[in-house]
């Protein structure tokens, strides 16, 4: 029973700080929107929980004080991955049968993911983690991300942008050619 009393007190330790909570919050929209996305059967609704876990992802990179990885997140994966996932599935034909359901299938799943939970929560609270000592984020690590791209690398950012700009118009026109 000391055990469990230890647990909880630890969880509410942990849930009394603002950034612990939204934490939890987005952890719990990352795990549901990712089990969203293997349930799912209709493709664009994948996509869309698909694009709510990089949002939400995005939102840890925030709480983590990564903001330019939060940002290329957003704009990348969120952005441009589930739109040009919705434009390959707008451009392909899709007959999708009818599955049944299948409740043990389903009951076997959510117990399997609460399990699975409910070991990892036990795990981490039962861990004693040190707090490391000497770590200091950076100031502004966008500018310099941005100082460096536009100075040293500018070049390769350039060429990049002009092969990802040549690839875009091949699939456009692979994708033409297919239709006629």
Request: proline share 3%; charged share 10%; no cysteine.
């Amino acid at each position: 029973m000391n055990g469990l009393s230890n647990l909880i007190d630890n969880w509410l330790n942990f849930m009394a700080v603002g950034e612990n909570i939204a934490f939890a919050i987005l952890a719990v929209i990352i795990i549901s929107s990712a089990v969203f996305m293997i349930t799912f059967t209709r493709i664009v609704h994948m996509v869309i929980s698909l694009a709510v876990v990089f949002l939400s992802l995005a939102g840890m990179y925030v709480l983590l004080e990564a903001e330019f990885v939060a940002f290329v997140q957003v704009l990348i994966y969120a952005g441009a991955v589930s739109i040009l996932m919705i434009f390959g599935i707008m451009m392909t034909q899709h007959d999708e049968p009818e599955q049944p359901k299948k409740p043990l299938f389903q009951a076997l799943l959510l117990s399997g993911s609460v399990a699975l939970f409910g070991i990892i929560f036990y795990v981490i609270q039962s861990t004693n983690f040190t707090p490391s000592s000497g770590f200091e984020a950076g100031a502004d690590n966008t500018k310099a991300i941005g100082e460096l791209l536009y100075t040293q690398h500018v070049i390769p950012f350039e060429l990049i942008s002009v092969l990802l700009t040549v690839a875009f118009i091949g699939a456009i026109v692979l994708a033409k050619k297919e239709e006629e």
